[in-house]
């Protein structure tokens, strides 16, 4: 029994380390953190928005995206607009910094996850969903309130 602790430790740790690893190589890259690169992309994917869609998107807070968009637009890379018929409502673009800065990056760990994990059949993804909130709740961490990406540093870093 030990041996399966072990081997399920081990499966942990690699994929705490491809986590921190694909991190490194993103900022070494493009200089942003996993969270700015998920703004980017959405941005990228719907074009002009406001932080609270992108907050609904990234499934994480308004005032989280407020931080991440505030260091995106001092590097350039996002651009803030008042809205023409409401002044209270703000829009958010890339620049075409932030497009090329886009362009420039690896593919997103999360992203080649999600095509890896789509084309499992049905029955595979629940089996793996079910394991995965498992782990969560052996590491009593079922109740911490996460984003749907695969970074282990502060989200708004």
Do not use: C, Y
Request: net charge neutral.
């Amino acid at each position: 029994m030990e041996n399966r602790t072990q081997e399920s430790l081990i499966a942990l740790r690699r994929i705490l380390r491809a986590s921190d690893h694909h991190a490194k190589a993103l900022s070494r890259r493009t200089g942003l953190t996993t969270p700015q690169w998920i703004v980017l992309q959405i941005l990228g994917e719907v074009g002009e928005t406001t932080p609270k869609e992108i907050a609904a998107r990234a499934r994480i807070s308004q005032a989280t995206v407020t931080a991440l968009l505030d260091k995106l637009q001092s590097r350039g890379l996002t651009q803030r607009t008042r809205g023409q018929t409401d002044r209270r409502q703000v829009w958010i673009t890339l620049t075409d910094s932030g497009r090329a800065t886009m362009a420039s990056a690896p593919d997103a760990l999360q992203q080649m996850f999600a095509v890896k994990f789509e084309a499992l059949p049905d029955w595979q993804q629940a089996m793996l969903v079910a394991s995965l909130e498992h782990v969560a709740s052996l590491l009593n961490a079922a109740e911490i309130d996460a984003a749907p990406l695969l970074d282990s540093a502060a989200i708004d870093h």
